[in-house]
């Protein structure tokens, strides 16, 4: 499924980004945390909530990726891929949390919580709602069928293997354990350009096709409220699963996304809203070529219940946030002439084919029974 793809994708590539530290200030009770990973996309974002809580953090990588993210921490070198050896440094000492943060194989994550379940009060993993079995119910809870494991590990994808991971974390760690699975995480460095797809389009083009009649749903995370929720779980020992989606309380619908983010970015971009009958006659995918968008019809991708995480009190970043996040690292770090659909970038329509959309649909328009 393009849906588990893309979140298997964007976390890839996030593991190799990064931020600048931000360091602030007072957490009632000082914890004491060790991160597996910390300088990747997910994990800068758990250090600086962590950091900003005036909490104890210490790193465990192999100190290549983004070295100088954070100078001013203590750095534990070891490679999770060498196996349970790796982890003997950390045993010298107790931590109060271990937050896990999204390794690519459930191996990695049997051999961290076997080799320090005796050393940490309180583990923490970051997964992912595609361990979900399937998405055809709406508002799907922490309680929904997920994939089976039966088959053969050799055939075993992204989904199994953090389901596998998450019952490894489940069965070292009964009564103090917590699982976030994420949905589409978006924001400062975002690895996919998913949503940079429609923040450059709006920025840059005088019309864009719109997904849909503008109805469908819409869901993802900032990557800050990932980091700061992660680090609220562990001040507050919130135990069990979690979905972690939004942007907000309220359900987003794509007509109120995209006049959101006109305002925010004073676009003069017209929106040509395409219904989902004309996109698959003229070979228009949801998702690959149109970023995000699931029409209703498909499945309830972005209709996933946030109502555990909601009970916990927390506040979501304001989207007009996120979005400008967004476009802050695309001004600063990336090609202003990038072009979507193409080699370059693989994501989102092709311009030449967009134009040709939207003078076909103004034809449409046009004709007297419309």
């Known amino acids: 499924m393009k849906r588990r793809k893309f979140i298997k994708d964007s976390v890839a590539v996030g593991m190799l980004l990064s931020l600048n530290p931000m360091y602030s200030c007072s957490s009632e009770e000082q914890l ?8 990747g996309f997910v994990g800068q974002s758990i250090v ?82 595609a361990v979900y079995k399937n998405f055809q119910q709406v508002r799907l809870n922490e309680e929904y069928d997920v994939v089976s494991l039966d088959l053969d590990k050799n055939e075993w994808g992204y989904p199994e293997e ?26 400062w460095r975002d690895p996919a350009v998913n949503m940079l797809y429609w923040c450059i389009k709006l920025n840059r083009d005088d019309a864009i096709i719109a997904p849909g009649s503008g109805s469908d749903h ?4 900032d990557v800050k409220d990932v980091g700061r929720f992660t680090i609220m779980a562990a001040e507050k020992e919130y135990t069990g699963v979690y979905n972690c989606t939004g942007p907000r309380k309220t359900p987003l619908l794509w007509r109120e996304f995209l006049e959101t983010a006109k305002k925010q970015f004073n676009s003069k971009t017209k929106l040509i809203w395409a219904s989902e009958d004309f996109l698959a006659s003229n070979n228009v995918s949801a998702f690959s070529d149109l970023p995000l968008w699931t029409p209703l019809s498909e499945d309830a991708f972005m209709q996933i219940s946030n109502e555990k995480l909601l009970e916990t009190g927390f506040e979501f970043t304001p989207i007009e946030m996120t ?24 994501i989102g329509l092709k311009r030449s084919k967009e134009l040709k959309l939207i003078e076909l649909l103004k034809e449409v328009m046009s004709e007297p029974n419309n």
């Open 162 to 187: 953090k389901l596998a991971a998450e019952l490894f974390v489940r069965d070292r760690f009964k009564d103090n354990h917590t699982i976030l699975r994420c949905g589409p995480i978006i924001g």
């Open 323 to 346: 979005l400008e996040d967004c476009m802050k690292w695309f001004r600063m770090d990336m090609d202003s002439t990038i072009k979507f659909g193409t080699n370059e970038i693989e």
């Open 218 to 221: 819409l869901q993802f995370i």
């Open 32 to 39: 004491k945390i060790l991160v597996l990973g910390g300088t």
């Open 48 to 129: 600086n909530a962590a950091l900003s809580k005036n909490h104890s953090v210490t790193l465990f990588n192999r100190g290549i990726t983004n070295p100088t993210l954070f100078p001013n921490l203590d750095l534990i070198k070891g490679d999770r891929a060498l196996g349970v050896d790796a982890y003997r440094p950390l045993k010298n000492q107790e931590w109060d949390v271990v937050i896990d943060v999204w390794p690519q194989k459930s191996k990695l994550v049997d051999e961290a919580t076997a080799s320090l379940k005796n050393y940490a009060k309180h583990y923490i993993f970051i997964s992912s709602i």
